[in-house]
């Protein structure tokens, strides 16, 4: 077989094996604790950030003053117009040469 299959199996079974383990560890409370609970809550803003913060580094101008108006956006609207602003911010400053 290829690496590159044995490379996807391997991701896989990672991935399913740490989906697994943190059911496990969770079921076995019969309440999530509010610190586990917040930890949880921030995932998706971390792997948002993670996906993001990398392009705004190593982009430009544009890419990072997206990324600071959408901080300040999404303080105070919900997450799905901060994203529409971020996209017609981008759009805009990509198209005036930022």
Request: hydrophobic letters at 60%.
């Amino acid at each position: 077989m290829p690496v590159n299959v044995w490379t996807i199996l391997a991701a896989a079974l990672v991935t399913y094996g740490t989906r697994l383990g943190g059911h496990l560890v969770l079921s076995r409370f019969s309440r999530i604790p509010p610190r586990i609970d917040a930890a949880l809550n921030a995932v998706p803003a971390a792997v948002l950030t993670s996906l993001v913060a990398p392009a705004a580094v190593s982009n430009g101008t544009a890419e990072a003053l997206t990324l600071a108006a959408c901080l300040i956006v999404g303080l105070r609207v919900p997450m799905m117009a901060m994203f529409a602003v971020g996209w017609a911010l981008i759009v805009v400053l990509r198209t005036v040469g930022l």
